[in-house]
């Protein structure tokens, strides 16, 4: 199994800058991507960044040019800055993983934080 801690949430004016931090701990064989998504109140989760085992990043438009995704592969955990926060960033933020374990097989599997509370207000 896999775990996934995540920390740096909290609330922020708007403006204002948060980094958020997910450490992958468990049995661990290899990571492939790594990302966040997170659910706003009322709506469906949606992917935010996410990075792959190498450095090709991915962002949602709403998001680009604000936030940034980055990873340590030797601490298997990936981080996202995030600047110039506004209210609509208020969200939980889950951390995702997909990994190989020694009983996942060949195909690796998404493994999910508990999620990280984000309030962007004034």
């Known amino acids: 199994q896999v775990q996934l801690v995540e920390s740096g949430g909290g609330l922020v004016q708007p403006g204002g800058s948060l980094r958020l931090s997910c450490a992958a701990s468990?049995?661990?064989?290899?990571?492939?991507?790594m990302g966040w998504y997170r659910r706003a109140p009322g709506k469906q989760r949606e992917l935010v960044a996410v990075?792959?085992?190498?450095?090709?990043?991915n962002y949602a438009d709403s998001v680009k040019g604000r936030f940034t995704i980055s990873r340590d592969n030797g601490k298997n955990t990936v981080y996202l800055q995030m600047n110039t926060l506004k209210p609509e960033d208020t969200a939980v933020y889950y951390c995702?993983?997909?990994?190989?374990?020694?009983?996942?097989?060949?195909?690796?599997?998404?493994?999910w934080g508990q999620g990280t509370q984000v309030t962007v207000s004034s």
């Open positions: 995702n993983a997909r990994a190989r374990t020694p009983t996942s097989g060949i195909l690796p599997i998404d493994y």
């Open positions: 468990g049995s661990i064989l290899s990571i492939n991507a």
């Open positions: 990075i792959s085992s190498g450095t090709k990043t």
